[in-house]
């Protein structure tokens, strides 16, 4: 017998192709050394080249996943992921208060809010924005949207550092502990500039930008790789220092799989 790993949940949805969502954040936890386990929230039906549609998973068996796997094994820390409904946030929200996860408890908890596929497909219902704004956010320990979804949660369009600032401030005024601006949609340059913030500090984080399409799954993973940080007790600057040079080696590695977007890949590690 072996000493057990730290643990980290997932609140997601499946993709069926295997590159992002529930599965990208095992794949991440796996290679980071993290026991992951699941509330599966929607189940999408999609391949690379787009998402064909989903089925949410009814609000009772999602919170009862999470209830399920806190109660006996414990979380060491927690994200969220695809969550397709404002029913389905608003359940999960009063589920992880029940189970101490987030801010002003001991458990780390990641919103990576997901609004769509990298293909434009939709992932979230357009009215289940205000709960992730006013549900979500209040709870998080870090919140870690794109450009995109930064636009569509605050109004501000991100074109250079003082509007990248402003956005920070303005997701931060929502209630998390920290926002990560992820700079990576942003101009061509050799260059992704990531804004980390807590109010009080501002980091410009950078990193090499790769020439390649195969994106897929990019932002769970770079979710999930901080939440495996966070599992093993890094504090949240290190954990997202982690975390983007986990994603630099998984999207250097991505592969072409499919004929269209393939899947960035976090076993760079292991071959
Ligand atoms: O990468 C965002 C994402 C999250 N969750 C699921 C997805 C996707 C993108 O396609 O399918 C289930």
């Known amino acids: 017998m072996s000493t057990p790993p730290p643990t980290a949940l997932t609140i997601a949805g499946s993709d069926s192709g295997g590159g992002a969502g529930i599965q990208a954040d095992l794949r991440t936890f796996f290679a980071c050394g993290v026991h992951g386990m699941t509330a599966v929230t929607a189940v999408t039906v999609q391949n690379s080249l787009g998402v064909e549609g989903f089925a949410e998973v009814h609000t009772d068996v999602v919170t009862a ?3 399920a796997v806190t109660g006996d094994m414990g ?19 009063k589920t992880l208060d029940e189970v101490h996860i987030g801010r002003g408890t001991e458990t780390p908890f990641v919103v990576d809010p997901v609004a769509a596929s990298m293909h434009g497909d939709p992932l979230l219902r357009e009215e289940a924005l205000e709960a992730i704004r006013t549900e ?5 320990t870090l919140v870690t949207p794109n450009l995109d979804e930064v636009r569509l949660l605050t109004g501000v369009e991100v074109t250079d550092a003082a ?4 956005a920070a401030d303005a997701l931060l005024a929502l209630g998390p502990q920290w926002v990560l601006v992820k700079g990576g949609h942003l101009g ?3 260059l992704c500039v990531d804004l980390l913030s807590d109010g009080t500090e501002y980091l410009d984080l950078e990193g090499p930008r ?3 399409p195969h994106t897929h799954g990019g932002g769970d993973t770079l979710a999930s790789a901080i939440t495996a940080s966070l ?7 290190t954990a997202v220092r982690d975390g983007k040079r986990f994603i630099e080696r998984s999207v250097a590695s991505a592969y072409p799989l499919g004929q269209g977007i393939g899947p960035v890949s976090p076993f760079w590690r292991l071959v």
């Open 210 to 212: 790769h020439d390649t």
């Open 188 to 190: 061509d340059g050799p």
């Open 163 to 166: 509007s990248r600032r402003a």
């Open 231 to 237: 599992a093993h007790g890094a504090d949240l600057p």
């Open 75 to 93: 979380a060491s820390a927690a994200k969220t992921g695809m969550l397709a409904t404002a029913e389905i946030i608003t359940a999960v929200a």
């Open 65 to 67: 996943q999470i209830r």
């Open 136 to 140: 979500l956010f209040p709870r998080a």
